[in-house]
């Protein structure tokens, strides 16, 4: 883990533990546990941190989603321990749909701790993270965020909504879209 931040240029928000959110009061922090039978997927939940997902807001309200193989869903990545979460979130952002962000905050952050079924040594942690963020007027700067646009164009479209879709990918984050098209 770097010993001071270190920023990506594009913007100064950076977030290199969820733990440090527990005590801020302008932050949701839940916790769950929850037991996995699948070792495959307990081995998923062991190699990655957690996941970086971003609400971008327009000045309609409306929320900018991504088409993905399940449905339309939040921008959201998987994030490598000792990663900078708010950088993974904006590249992410950038690589999916083009789109410059400024990320206003941390809404909410959910820690889970997973245990493996039938184990009682093997257990992981992981964390949703997700951020506020709103689109920023300038184009891009790929090579800043050092993003590469997705090249998945037919399977990760982009686009604005003011309710939550038919398609809605019914994942992790589903909750968050909601909570955001009704304030």
Known sequence: MPLRPTYDGFSKTCLLDPEQCRER???????ETEVVDDR????GHETWAGTAAVVVLNDDGDVLLVNG????????????????????ARRWVAQKT?????????????RT?????GSATRQTTGYDVVFRARPLDEPTPMDHL??????ERDEWADDWFASVPERAADDAFRG??????EE
């Open 146 to 151: 050092e993003a590469k646009r997705s090249s």
């Open 40 to 43: 495959g997927a307990f081995n």
């Open 69 to 88: 193989p399940d449905g339309w869903r939040l921008p959201a990545s998987p994030v490598k321990a000792g990663d900078d979460w708010a950088a993974v």
């Open 98 to 110: 083009g789109l410059a962000v400024d990320l206003d905050r941390v809404e909410r952050v959910q």
């Open 113 to 117: 701790s997973y245990r493996l079924a």
């Open 25 to 31: 009061t302008d932050v949701l922090f839940r916790e």
């Open 176 to 181: 968050d879209v909601e909570w955001f098209l």
